[in-house]
Structure formats: C-alpha cells, structure tokens
C-alpha cells in the first residue's frame, strides 16, 4: 500500500475510533508503578549503551498487546501486554526488544518517512492521535479496552521484518549481559504464537506490527542458545516487578477480583499495595489507610508508599491528609516530576494564594523533568490563573490540547498566550512555536 493510501486508511480509522476526550485512550501515569517498571528496565536501558534516566517506560490504558517505541525517549506498553505476560523475564525481554528498536535507531527512518508525509493533512491527524496516546491521563477507571487509536498509532509505527530481527537478536544480547534468562523471549514468541494464522482483523496488534513467524522465533532460539548469560540474583527484580503488575492489576480490575487473588493473608509489599487499591476502589478509605499503613511502617523510606497514600486521599477529596502524604513522599523523593505534579495538585486543592503559589512551584519543576503528563498539565494552567499569570495558563492550556491532538484548540489558546505573554520571553515563544505547528494551511499543499 501506498504511504498515502496507508494514511489515508488509518485517518479514517482515527475520525471513527477517536473517544470523547475525557474517556481518550492514554497513558496510565502513575508514580510507583512507573518506579518499578523503570527497575526493570534499567540493566536493559544501560546494556544497550543507553542512559536509563533519559528513557521512560510508559504504560498505555489498553488491554490488547501491544508495545512500541515513537522515539528515543519512551517504551510504550500496552497495560494488556504486562497482565497477560507472566513473569518478569518475558516483561523483560518485551522492554529489551523495544530498546533495541531504540537503540538500532528504527525510529530515525520512520521519522525520515513522517517528515516526507508532512505535506499530507492526514499525517497530522496520525500525528495529533500519537501525541494525545502519549499524554493522555484518564481518570480511574476511565475504561479498559478502547484501544483502537492505540491499535492504528501500533499499526502506524510497524516494522520491518528485517527490523525486527535485528531488534530480536540486540535485544537478546541486552538480556544475556544484563543477566536476563534470554530463553524468555520465547515466552513473548508464544504468546503471540499462531497469530499469523488469523486473519489481520483477528491478530493482536503486537503481531501485526511486529510480525512473529515460526522462522523468527527459531532465529531468536538458536541466537539466544549460542549466549552465554551473566548469571544474576533476580529477588529485587522480582520484588519490583510484583509490585508494578499488581498495582496496575488492581488499578484496572475490581475489588473482588483483587481481594480474591491476594487474600488476606499475605503481608507481603506487593499484596499489600493491591489490597490498599481494592479497598480504596470499593470505597472503603479506613481499611486502605490501614494496608498503606502497614506498607510505611515496613519501609518508611520509600516515598511512593507516601504517594500512594497522597494520591488515595486526593482522589477522595481529602486535600489537607493528601498534602501530608505528598510532603512525606516529595521529601525522600524531591526530584520525582510524578510525586511533584501530585503534591502541587493537592495543593491547589486548598485553593489559597500561600499553597497556590507553593503548588506553581512544585508543577512548574514537575513540568520541566516530565513532558508526558496532561493532567499535570490542566493543573498547571490553574495555578499560572490563580497567580495571575494568564499568559501562561493559556500556553499551558495550549500545551495540553496540543499534545491530545486538537489542535484549533491548542492554536486558540497558543494565540491568547502570544497576546498576553512578553514578546521574546521563552514563554512566548513556544506559544508562537505551537502557531506555527498548528497553522490550518501548513500540511496541504
Ligand atoms: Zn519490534
């Protein structure tokens, strides 16, 4: 199919399938989950040769089984692909895969081809769903399952099959040297085993843009039978990953399903933090305090234990115990932009100008280490109003539908800010950037 055909195509996939935008499908942004998948990831990130702070791992509010890289910055999996996968190898060697990718630069030729598509409009719609998927911020429970503008972007960002050998064989070699049990790829392969079989409508969205066929899953076996892996303890591995797969578990499913899995009885930390999730999702606050309690009281001096508990109190209207919480967790952990954009939410919660101006504080630092975070976003613009800086409200407003793909929207509030802002302060000129970037004319021609 032709490059113009293929857009075309998936446009008119976009226009159907795009959801109202409070329901949009996207990221699932959460601070202690996100810490133990980046555990997981770091010996991966660092095998390759690349620096584990400078590469999120991003989880996307859809149940089919999918994983992608957009750019150099993120690994995108799919909340789907993390539940169905059932050990922290195969998780593993789905991240060392996706690293590979990065690493190998695929995304440079795909870039190349984007910058050679500007000029077709329908690019920048593909373009606005790939950046509201990696901004998106829905609320609890906003949904399970509404993947098909995360299915199209999968679908969009394919590979070739030459790509993914080459990130098959990479990836395997990570694993080997990070002390990662290669032989778990073939986990991943079985997963997926069959899918060619399907029709293409049947076919999961991880087998079309990463076709597995029987001659590529051998490729990988031989490959990784010839390695020699680095043996290593895998306990605080393990412990992480638990702890990631259940809150996420929890998060997305119901608290009966959690309660029966786990039980009472289990006083382990990832146990515990599903229990804390269940009864917070019930709602039952008293008995969710009780388990986070529990979780402190072992380790006092893991901050997301304290954000876990900020966040559970925010999200039931309890400012002033979330703001406690937060402070706990934002004073062991004073660089993390996910704790920060949570305390300054909370913050704003209280709505007066002592912890308003405090909370402009603690998101505008949240903001400059964390670009993928649109409630974080929406808050900001609260307190830049609240402060008195409307210029900037509108460019943070402006920010935030840019990166959900509206773009009229985001050129509304770009030129507001142009309006309001200094001419020439760096503020103003982002507003003009977004001008430019969302100009009606700019991709027909
Ligand atoms: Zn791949």
Redesign the pocket.
Same mark, same amino acid.
């Given at each position: 199919m032709s490059l113009f055909r293929l857009l075309q195509a998936l446009a008119l996939i976009v226009v159907v399938a795009l959801p109202a935008p409070a329901r949009a499908v996207g990221l699932l942004r959460d601070a202690g989950m996100e810490h133990g998948l980046n555990q997981l990831a770091r010996p991966i990130i660092a095998a390759a040769g690349l620096s584990p702070s400078r590469i999120q791992i991003l989880v996307i509010n859809d149940m089919s089984l999918n994983a992608f890289v957009t750019n150099g910055r993120a690994v995108f999996i799919h909340a789907g692909l993390i539940l169905r996968l059932q050990s922290s190898e195969a998780l593993q060697a789905v991240i060392a %895969? &996706?690293v590979a %990718?990065i690493a190998n630069g695929h995304y440079v030729r795909r870039s190349i081809n984007a910058q050679n598509a500007q000029r077709n409009s329908l690019f920048g719609l593909a373009a606005g769903v790939a950046a509201g998927v990696a901004s998106g911020n829905p609320a609890l429970g906003a949904g399970i399952a509404q993947g098909t503008a995360g299915s199209a972007l999968g679908v969009f960002l394919s %590979?070739t099959r030459a &790509? &993914?050998a080459a990130?098959d064989k990479s990836g395997l070699r990570y694993m080997a040297r990070a002390g990662i049990p290669p032989e778990a790829m073939a986990e991943v392969f079985d997963l997926f085993a069959g899918q060619e079989a399907l029709a293409p409508e049947r076919q999961s969205a991880w087998a079309r843009? %990463?076709p597995v066929s029987r001659e590529r899953a051998r490729a990988a076996e031989n490959f990784a039978a010839v390695l020699s892996p680095r043996t290593s303890d895998r306990t605080e591995t393990e412990y992480w990953y638990q702890r990631a797969r259940g809150k996420l578990s929890a998060y997305l499913r119901s608290p009966s399903y959690t309660l029966d899995r786990v039980g009472l009885s289990d006083m382990s930390d990832p146990a515990r933090i599903q229990r804390a999730m269940a009864y917070f999702k019930m709602p039952d606050m008293s008995k969710a305090r009780t388990e986070v309690a529990g979780l402190i009281e072992a380790r006092p001096d893991d901050p997301y234990f304290h954000e876990l508990l900020g966040w559970m109190e925010i999200e039931s209207g309890n400012a002033e115990r979330a703001i406690d919480a937060y402070r706990e967790a934002v004073a062991l952990a004073p660089r993390a932009p996910m704790i920060l954009a949570g305390y300054g939410r909370s913050l704003l919660a209280l709505n007066t100008p002592a912890t308003d101006a405090e909370a402009l504080t603690a998101l505008e630092t949240a903001r400059s280490r964390d670009r993928n975070n649109q409630r974080l976003l929406r808050d900001l613009a609260v307190a830049y109003a609240r402060t008195g800086n409307n210029g900037m409200a509108s460019l943070s407003t402006a920010q935030r539908y840019e990166a959900m793909g509206r773009r009229e929207d985001a050129r509304l509030h770009a030129a507001r800010a142009v309006d309001q802002l200094p001419v020439g302060s760096p503020g103003w000129s982002r507003a003009q950037d977004i001008m430019r970037a969302t100009e009606p004319n700019r991709t027909r021609r």
């Amino acid at each position: 199919m032709s490059l113009f055909r293929l857009l075309q195509a998936l446009a008119l996939i976009v226009v159907v399938a795009l959801p109202a935008p409070a329901r949009a499908v996207g990221l699932l942004r959460d601070a202690g989950m996100e810490h133990g998948l980046n555990q997981l990831a770091r010996p991966i990130i660092a095998a390759a040769g690349l620096s584990p702070s400078r590469i999120q791992i991003l989880v996307i509010n859809d149940m089919s089984l999918n994983a992608f890289v957009t750019n150099g910055r993120a690994v995108f999996i799919h909340a789907g692909l993390i539940l169905r996968l059932q050990s922290s190898e195969a998780l593993q060697a789905v991240i060392a %895969h &996706e690293v590979a %990718h990065i690493a190998n630069g695929h995304y440079v030729r795909r870039s190349i081809n984007a910058q050679n598509a500007q000029r077709n409009s329908l690019f920048g719609l593909a373009a606005g769903v790939a950046a509201g998927v990696a901004s998106g911020n829905p609320a609890l429970g906003a949904g399970i399952a509404q993947g098909t503008a995360g299915s199209a972007l999968g679908v969009f960002l394919s %590979h070739t099959r030459a &790509e &993914e050998a080459a990130a098959d064989k990479s990836g395997l070699r990570y694993m080997a040297r990070a002390g990662i049990p290669p032989e778990a790829m073939a986990e991943v392969f079985d997963l997926f085993a069959g899918q060619e079989a399907l029709a293409p409508e049947r076919q999961s969205a991880w087998a079309r843009t %990463h076709p597995v066929s029987r001659e590529r899953a051998r490729a990988a076996e031989n490959f990784a039978a010839v390695l020699s892996p680095r043996t290593s303890d895998r306990t605080e591995t393990e412990y992480w990953y638990q702890r990631a797969r259940g809150k996420l578990s929890a998060y997305l499913r119901s608290p009966s399903y959690t309660l029966d899995r786990v039980g009472l009885s289990d006083m382990s930390d990832p146990a515990r933090i599903q229990r804390a999730m269940a009864y917070f999702k019930m709602p039952d606050m008293s008995k969710a305090r009780t388990e986070v309690a529990g979780l402190i009281e072992a380790r006092p001096d893991d901050p997301y234990f304290h954000e876990l508990l900020g966040w559970m109190e925010i999200e039931s209207g309890n400012a002033e115990r979330a703001i406690d919480a937060y402070r706990e967790a934002v004073a062991l952990a004073p660089r993390a932009p996910m704790i920060l954009a949570g305390y300054g939410r909370s913050l704003l919660a209280l709505n007066t100008p002592a912890t308003d101006a405090e909370a402009l504080t603690a998101l505008e630092t949240a903001r400059s280490r964390d670009r993928n975070n649109q409630r974080l976003l929406r808050d900001l613009a609260v307190a830049y109003a609240r402060t008195g800086n409307n210029g900037m409200a509108s460019l943070s407003t402006a920010q935030r539908y840019e990166a959900m793909g509206r773009r009229e929207d985001a050129r509304l509030h770009a030129a507001r800010a142009v309006d309001q802002l200094p001419v020439g302060s760096p503020g103003w000129s982002r507003a003009q950037d977004i001008m430019r970037a969302t100009e009606p004319n700019r991709t027909r021609r």
